[in-house]
């Protein structure tokens, strides 16, 4: 069964950079037509997707954030990761990574990792 | 980009039928998905390409669409499916989430 686990830091001071990464478990991250997505959740408030890596290197952001994002992949680590730079309050929220099907869903799921953007 | 638009909340009582709208311009090209999510818990998939319902979810959550709306239907509701749900569709270079609907099981 495909597991998905985001890591990093809890605490980042404004203007700083985010760094997390999603390690996959129960299966290749090389395999099937896939996409790794980032999407994230404020508390309190709906989701946002965030963007999403192929295991071509290609990647898609949302437009609303693409000058901040950068998502990367590391096939040989089992692995993606997303970099948000420019952090403000405003980006403090529960992110997770997730498999995605192309023009499809997503599924399954990380837990959630907890991001809080304070000086 | 494109916008998908839900209630913030629908009421149902036990054994009632729940239905929660997601309705986008977009959406009579682009398949819906729905999710659940508990509180402290990432959202689980629930229906994928409007209507079908993948390994493990109880046949009494289905889906419809008609046009530019997709409805998530929970026939018979139990306390257990008190929830969060979001909808969420794609096109080829983007995904997009609905605000969500806190389902409350009075």
């Known amino acids: 069964q495909l597991q998905l686990q985001e890591s990093g830091p809890g605490l980042v001071k404004p203007s700083q950079i985010l760094s997390l990464t999603c390690s996959v478990s129960?299966?290749?991250?090389?395999?099937?037509?896939?996409?790794w997505s980032w999407i994230r959740q404020p508390a309190g408030k709906g989701l946002e997707w965030i963007g999403r890596?192929?295991?071509?290197?290609?990647?898609n952001y949302n437009p609303s954030l693409k000058s901040r994002v950068t998502i990367s992949i590391a096939t040989s680590k089992n692995q993606f990761s997303l970099k948000l730079t420019s952090l403000t309050a405003a980006d403090t929220a529960v992110y997770y990574c997730?498999?995605?099907?192309?023009?499809?869903?997503?599924?399954?799921w990380g837990q959630g990792t907890l991001v809080t953007v304070s000086p | 980009s494109y916008e998908l638009t839900q209630p913030p909340s629908v009421s149902v009582s036990p054994g009632q039928t729940a239905r929660i709208t997601c309705s986008g311009d977009?959406?009579?090209?682009?398949?819906g998905y729905w999710y659940q999510q508990k509180p402290g818990q990432a959202p689980v998939l629930l229906i994928y390409?409007?209507?079908e319902r993948p390994s493990g979810i109880p046949e009494r959550f289905s889906g419809s669409r008609s046009g530019t709306v997709v409805t998530l239907i929970i026939t018979g509701v139990q306390a257990e499916d008190e929830a969060d749900y979001h909808c969420?569709?794609?096109?080829?270079?983007?995904?997009?989430f609905g605000g969500g609907t806190k389902l409350t099981v009075l």
């Open positions: 969420q569709s794609a096109d080829s270079s983007s995904s997009v």
């Open positions: 977009a959406l009579p090209k682009q398949y």
């Open positions: 890596i192929f295991l071509t290197g290609s990647t």
């Open positions: 390409k409007d209507n």
């Open positions: 997730a498999r995605g099907i192309r023009l499809g869903g997503f599924d399954p």
């Open positions: 129960g299966g290749s991250i090389s395999s099937g037509s896939y996409y």
